[in-house]
């Protein structure tokens, strides 16, 4: 599904050459749940950045359905990431002055999509997260969980390829963690292919595979046999 050759990040700091990413080589499989951790500053939220377009400052390659994706203009680039890739981050971004199924529709509208469809498609987006009581929300009205929730349901509605979420659970308690996590789990039982960044071991466990980075380079690749996808059921999330 996607694939990076020889990524290379290098920023300046106090004059010299600081490398943020050293030659990162990176084959992600379709319908793979991937996991990146390691310490901060280790560049796993970089890496995800270039990989998912966000970045265009970096040497190296970024493949997508064998597609080469990292040298599209600006412009292409804004549009391919609309209509093929979605995000999810640790603050939830939502818009403060529109309600839960305005905040998932915007994406559709920005699309061109007729506001009937485009509302259709946040509803059912919403109805896959639990939110289906909460639609005419504001975000100010509900949980830290409802609100990642929404935006899950904003990356997801327009089925993307593949869903990045970088840090997703960092704002949120053990409950909300967990209850976030089984709809990772449950949308990647439908085949959808995730990159989840995260510094909780515990949450790295449930996916396929963990890859381990510091100082820029990757350190550990690991397919996890047996991933702990009952690890929540201590909450008893449904």
Request: net charge neutral.
């Given at each position: 599904?996607?694939?990076?050759?020889?990524?290379?990040?290098?920023?300046?700091?106090?004059?010299?050459?600081?490398?943020?990413?050293?030659?990162?080589?990176?084959?992600?499989?379709?319908?793979?749940?991937?996991?990146?951790?390691?310490?901060?500053?280790?560049?796993?939220?970089?890496?995800?950045?270039?990989?998912?377009?966000?970045?265009?400052?970096?040497?190296?390659?970024?493949?997508?359905?064998?597609?080469?994706?990292?040298?599209?203009?600006?412009?292409?680039?804004?549009?391919?990431?609309?209509?093929?890739?979605?995000?999810?981050?640790?603050?939830?971004?939502?818009?403060?002055?529109?309600?839960?199924?305005?905040?998932?529709?915007?994406?559709?509208?920005?699309?061109?999509?007729?506001?009937?469809?485009?509302?259709?498609?946040?509803?059912?987006?919403?109805?896959?997260?639990?939110?289906?009581?909460?639609?005419?929300?504001?975000?100010?009205?509900?949980?830290?969980?409802?609100?990642?929730r929404v935006a899950i349901a904003r990356a997801i509605a327009g089925k993307p390829k593949i869903l990045f979420a970088d840090e997703p659970t960092a704002n949120l308690d053990s409950v909300r963690?967990?209850?976030?996590?089984?709809?990772?789990?449950?949308?990647?039982?439908?085949?959808?292919?995730?990159?989840?960044?995260?510094?909780?071991?515990?949450?790295?466990?449930?996916?396929?595979?963990?890859?381990?980075?510091?100082?820029?380079?990757?350190?550990?690749?690991?397919?996890?046999?047996?991933?702990?996808?009952?690890?929540?059921?201590?909450?008893?999330?449904?």
């Open positions: 599904m996607i694939e990076a050759r020889n990524i290379t990040k290098i920023v300046k700091s106090g004059g010299a050459d600081l490398k943020i990413l050293n030659d990162i080589n990176l084959t992600v499989e379709n319908g793979e749940f991937t996991a990146i951790i390691g310490r901060s500053g280790a560049g796993k939220s970089t890496l995800l950045y270039v990989l998912s377009l966000l970045d265009a400052m970096f040497q190296g390659e970024v493949f997508v359905d064998a597609k080469k994706i990292s040298q599209l203009p600006d412009n292409k680039r804004v549009e391919y990431r609309l209509q093929n890739l979605g995000f999810i981050f640790q603050e939830y971004a939502l818009l403060p002055e529109l309600t839960a199924v305005e905040n998932v529709a915007l994406p559709f509208l920005m699309r061109g999509l007729g506001q009937k469809p485009a509302f259709r498609s946040a509803q059912e987006a919403l109805i896959q997260v639990g939110l289906e009581k909460k639609t005419n929300n504001l975000p100010a009205t509900l949980s830290g969980g409802e609100q990642q963690a967990c209850e976030i996590m089984e709809i990772f789990l449950r949308l990647n039982r439908g085949g959808q292919t995730i990159i989840l960044i995260t510094h909780e071991d515990d949450l790295a466990q449930m996916t396929h595979r963990i890859i381990e980075m510091s100082d820029g380079r990757i350190v550990s690749d690991k397919q996890i046999e047996n991933p702990r996808v009952n690890l929540c059921a201590k909450y008893k999330i449904s």
